[in-house]
């Protein structure tokens, strides 16, 4: 009977662990394909991201011990976004700038989440990205609001693997969508 006793306690906190999960760091690396085109030959332009993200996390993979299971960034998101805005501008033909340019392009993070709401364990998962796009050119600015958002269902906790590359692929996914807003390529023509 002790056996059996220590058998079931062994296998129940066994249970309790795997129902645990660690924090998971992701790095956001954003990318953009845009077609070259020569929209912004001869003018400068100065990007920079903004992290306007509440809080340190993206959110939580969820199960009993939630609190631990915490998603955060493991680097400098403003550097990952302006890179991937450099990219995009560039293949306008604009030459970027350290200060000031021709054309000033903020991108504020107004919101990056990969969340499941699970208490037990992790199912659904909600995640999203937001920006909002400021791009000033002779004191005229366009204002642009990019969103894109998933839900996932897991029947089993994901990797640090998945949940990065789910990061990265609404992150970049947004961006993209910055680059194919028709309103902003007409705003850069109509004041360049």
């Known amino acids: 009977m002790k056996r059996f006793a220590a058998l079931l306690v062994t296998g129940f906190a066994f249970m309790l662990a795997a129902c645990a999960h660690s924090p998971v760091q992701v790095a956001v690396k954003p990318q953009v394909t845009v077609a070259p085109d020569s929209l912004g030959a001869g003018y400068t332009v100065h990007a920079r991201g903004v992290n306007q ?19 955060t960034l493991a680097n400098d998101i403003e550097t990952s976004m302006v890179g991937a805005l450099y990219q995009g501008l560039e293949a ?10 021709d054309v000033q392009v903020v991108a504020n993070l107004t919101d990056l989440k ?8 992790t199912t659904k998962v909600k ?66």
Do not use: C
């Not at 993200?53 to 998603?71: F, R, T, W």
């Not at 970049?172 to 850069?188: M, V, Y």
């Open 92 to 101: 306008w033909s604009f030459r970027r700038v350290e200060t000031g340019g």
């Open 127 to 192: 995640s999203g990205a937001s920006i909002q796009l400021q791009v000033t050119v002779k004191g005229a600015t366009f204002y642009g609001n990019y969103s894109t958002s998933g839900n996932d269902r897991n029947l089993i906790k994901p990797s640090a693997e998945e949940v990065e590359s789910t990061i990265n692929r609404l992150l970049s996914a947004t961006l993209q969508r910055a680059f194919e807003d028709e309103k902003l390529k007409a705003f850069l023509r109509q004041h360049l």
């Open 53 to 71: 993200l509440p809080g340190g996390g993206l959110g939580s993979l969820g199960g009993i011990y939630a609190d631990p299971s915490n998603v």
């Open 114 to 121: 990969y969340d499941s709401p699970n208490k037990l364990y």
